[in-house]
Nanobody, 121 residues
Framework: QVQLVESGGGLVQPGGSLRLSCAAS????????MRWYRQAPGKERELVAG????????DYADSVKGRFTISRDNAKNTVYLQMDSLKPEDTAVYYC??????????????WGQGTQVTVSS
């Protein structure tokens, strides 16, 4: 059974830091591109950061570049999102996503349940 379980969310003051974790099970974690998305109230879900399966290539939304860092530990089947210099506009539910496309073109796409991040004084 595929599972993605996020943790680490919470309430933090502006300028503070949080580290989100996403523990994966039920699939070959190292073969998947891992991404973090977020969705704020009344807004569409947006890509925050992505990390290729080989662990080399990263991608960040312009709004978080220089503040957020995505990383993965394939031995622990876990992906992380280190969030520094948090702003109120970072408030959202953060979702972990695992995706890959097979040699035949089939797309595999899994989602976690989300973890709330609230940045407020």
């Amino acid at each position: 059974q595929v599972q993605l379980v996020e943790s680490g969310g919470g309430l933090v003051q502006p300028g503070g830091s949080l580290r989100l974790s996403c523990a994966a099970s039920g699939f070959t974690f190292s073969s998947y591109t891992m991404r973090w998305y977020r969705q704020a109230p009344g807004k569409e879900r947006e890509l925050v950061a992505g990390l290729a399966s080989a662990g080399g290539s990263t991608d960040y939304a312009d709004s978080v570049k220089g503040r957020f860092t995505i990383s993965r530990d394939n031995a622990k089947n876990t992906v992380y999102l280190q969030m520094d210099s948090l702003k109120p506009e970072d408030t959202a539910v953060y979702y972990c996503n695992a995706a890959r496309r097979s040699m035949t073109g089939t797309r595999y796409d899994y989602w976690g349940q989300g973890t709330q991040v609230t940045v407020s004084s």
